[in-house]
């Protein structure tokens, strides 16, 4: 198997148990863990001034820092996002500047593309045929589009509820598409029913591949380098499953180690009231979540009732001295429109959840008035236009 110079496996975030690159494909073999990559530090020599002399083109250009080499990458050029400087917003929070990072320019609209490229290139490098995975919308989407690309087999699973656009953009893209019941939970069924009759299909579910997390830690390297070195003081992201929150947190600790920055910012849980299992639990001081009962919200990509990453997710907020807010879904769809109508930006409602909680936490005096605050906008506005329309019709516009 064909890898980075650095990477050298995969190591059990529970039980610390080691892989090989070929052997640790999915979860701990032991324990049932999360599996994360691991990398010789000492071998990586990569500096500010040798990034500096790349072209920020994708998030391939930290080949060093991942497990796979650009030149067998499934890759779109997915990442290198701008970050924009929002200063009306910036005001309103009475901070000293806030930064949209906007993910809505990848390839397929969203973040997730950034997971899919590394997780489809280790599909491939794994020897696999056929992916399989269940999501809300457009991690399906995401990877149907990458395996397209690879010549590999997808088969999604939605739930009824995920939008139009992810539907059919997986029918477009070829992929073998199963809708199931109303919720995420239940295509998470659908999913691990199909797959026990077919034990050839290579998992892509977010955390049961090592590899979609890796994938979109590259979202902090981009923010920091953006910012001339400077870490912003928060990053406030809309969490579902965690996987980008815990990717940038384990980016930040990589750059710390190998010397790049000195700080790691403050990482914030945004989500929504009808589903804040991490929240709830932040705030009661647990170090594990306890599974939502009945999860309601119209941020689609975030109603993760039950995220099997949540002590992880939990000590990135507590050990970088973050935290976590949950809004209601009107504030959520308001701030969607605010933004779009004061910066322009464009975000979907899953995402505006990360703008209506820097608010929140603004109002209950989190920030300080020269912080820079930086909001992932995981994924484009347009892919739900039709929710924030309806939010505009609920007001008589
Ligand atoms: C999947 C998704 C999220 C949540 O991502 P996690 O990293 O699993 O928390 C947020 N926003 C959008 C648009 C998504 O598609
Ligand atoms: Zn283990």
Redesign the pocket.
Same mark, same amino acid.
């Given at each position: 198997m064909e890898t980075t110079e650095a990477f050298t496996g995969l190591e059990c975030h529970d039980c610390d148990r080691s892989y090989a690159p070929e052997a640790g494909t999915h979860r701990c073999a032991d324990c049932g863990g999360i599996l994360d990559p691991t990398y010789d530090y000492d071998a990586i020599d990569v500096t500010r001034e040798s990034l500096a002399d790349r072209p920020f083109d994708s998030l391939w250009r930290y080949a060093e820092l991942l497990p796979f080499e650009r030149d067998v990458a499934v890759s779109m050029d997915e990442g290198a996002t701008p970050a924009v400087e929002c200063e009306t917003l910036a005001d309103e929070l009475g901070v000293g500047e806030v930064l949209i990072k906007d993910e809505g320019r990848n390839p397929t609209g969203?973040?997730?593309d950034r997971g899919a490229s590394m997780a489809v290139t280790a599909a491939v490098a794994h020897g696999a045929t056929d992916v399989v995975l269940p999501s #809300?919308?457009?991690?399906g989407q995401a990877a149907s589009a990458y395996a397209a690309r690879a010549g590999l087999d997808a088969h999604v699973f939605l739930p009824s509820r995920s939008s139009f656009t992810t539907k059919a953009m997986v029918n477009v893209h070829g992929g073998d598409l199963t809708v199931s019941g109303g919720r995420i939970g239940d295509a998470g069924a659908a999913a691990t029913d199909a797959m026990a009759e077919h034990d050839d299909w290579y998992s892509l579910s977010?955390f049961v591949t090592p590899y979609r997390h890796e994938g979109?830690k590259t979202m902090l390297y981009e923010l920091v380098e953006q910012r001339d070195w400077q870490v912003p003081d928060a990053i406030v992201?809309?969490?579902?499953?965690?996987?980008?929150?815990v990717g940038m947190y384990k980016a930040a600790r990589e750059w710390r180690e190998l010397g790049l920055i000195d700080e790691i910012p403050a990482f914030y849980a945004a989500q929504a009231s009808g589903c804040a299992p991490i929240v709830e639990a932040f705030d009661a001081g647990r170090d594990e979540h306890e599974p939502i009962e009945n999860p309601d919200t119209i941020c689609g990509? /975030?109603e /993760?009732p039950d995220p099997g990453a949540s002590r992880w997710i939990l000590d990135a907020l507590r050990e970088s001295g973050g935290g976590a807010v949950a809004t209601d879904d009107h504030e959520i769809l308001d701030a969607a429109v605010a933004v779009a109508q004061n910066e322009g930006l464009e975000m #979907?409602p899953?995402?505006a959840a990360a703008a209506s909680g820097a608010w929140a936490l603004a109002e209950r005096g989190e920030f300080d008035a020269d912080d820079t605050v930086a909001i992932v906008n995981?994924?484009a506005g347009n892919k739900n236009a039709d929710v924030l329309r309806s939010h505009l019709m609920g007001q008589g516009i």
């Open positions: 969203t973040f997730k #809300a919308g457009n991690a977010s979109k992201y809309p969490t579902g499953g965690g996987v980008g929150l990509g /975030i /993760i #979907a899953t995402c995981t994924g």
